[in-house]
């Protein structure tokens, strides 16, 4: 192995689709128009949510730490993304141990912040009656705290583990950012435990709180069927609806990355995978929220001044 390998290289070269120069012309055009959308999107609903004291509630409340983990998220990857579809494709040692540490952190925080949104959902609609004093300030900030600290906390040990790792001469990162999967590939050593770890991460992260959304959902969905209304379950479902899209959005193309099998014919397929939970549905996320939910639409309006009643 002398010779093939190094243990801390000055950095990384992205391949992205750097096989395919049109279509990373297209893509930056694309990319740089949702990162747009993303950031307007996003930063008004924390405003609005901050300004109006009628969205001062424990849905919003999480709506708007998911859209700031957003933010944060599209920002730790799309820039960098960006200059190396105009440029050079490469990213420094450091700058990939950073990417990849905020990335992760921020995407373990979300699965965590989505499992309790759900459980905030599950109170609203089973336990309406006493979900102003289950779902109370100090309980939200707990569980705010709690998503942020055991995302980080994930992120801090995987970091850790992943360049510890001995890594091929070659340094190319077959990917658009330094993504776990795509860095194992390149390590220069046996990479059972650190597979391993990640599988036990992704239980933890990944497939527990997809069961724990499911089991909210089932309840909510006998908790809705029993309203004798139509108008009633209407409404109730369209509370929800948006949660579950987002859910199901941004879990879906997690999996595709995280659990799919390990096959060249899945490389490409894995890449716009990434760019769609890293790039569109961070941009999704406002659009979802804000045109199914005449709340905040009236919420919008007024911060615009077009509504004064």
């Known amino acids: 192995m002398k010779g093939t390998n190094f243990s801390n290289p000055t950095g990384f070269v992205l391949l992205g689709f750097s096989d395919q120069p049109q279509l990373e012309m297209a893509l930056l055009l694309i990319i740089s128009i949702i990162y747009i959308v993303t950031l307007m999107g996003n930063t008004a609903i924390i405003l609005i949510s901050y300004l109006n004291p009628k969205l001062h509630t424990p849905m919003y409340f999480f709506l ?157 969905v ?25 859910v199901v959005l941004f879990f879906g193309t997690i999996i595709s990355v995280y659990i799919q099998p390990k096959s060249k014919y899945t490389q490409n397929q894995s890449k716009f995978f990434t760019l769609f939970y890293t790039v569109v549905t961070p941009s999704l996320n406002p659009l979802i929220y804000t045109l199914r939910n005449n709340e905040f639409k009236w919420a919008l309006r007024r911060f615009l001044g077009r509504d004064s009643s």
């Open 64 to 220: 708007s730490n998911l859209s700031f983990l957003d933010l944060c998220f599209t920002t730790s990857i799309v820039p960098q993304m960006l200059w190396n579809l105009k440029g050079p494709k490469t990213i420094s040692y450091t700058g990939c141990v950073f990417q990849f540490y905020i990335a992760l952190g921020l995407g373990s925080t979300e699965c965590v912040l989505l499992t309790i949104m759900a459980y905030d959902r599950f109170n609203a609609i089973c336990r309406p009656l006493h979900y102003t004093v289950i779902m109370h300030p100090k309980l939200l900030r707990q569980l705010a705290a709690l998503a942020w600290i055991s995302g980080f906390a994930e992120a801090t040990l995987q970091t850790i583990l992943v360049f510890q790792l001995p890594l091929c001469s070659h340094h190319r990162v077959d990917d658009f950012a330094c993504e776990e999967p795509a860095l194992i590939k390149i390590a220069c050593a046996d990479t059972t435990l650190l597979q391993n770890e990640l599988s036990v991460a992704t239980v933890i992260y990944v497939v527990m709180p997809m069961g724990l959304i499911l089991v909210s959902y089932g309840c909510i």
């Open 222 to 246: 006998c908790s809705v069927l029993r309203i004798k209304s139509t108008e009633g379950r209407r409404k109730a479902f369209g509370t929800c609806g948006s949660h579950l899209i987002v």
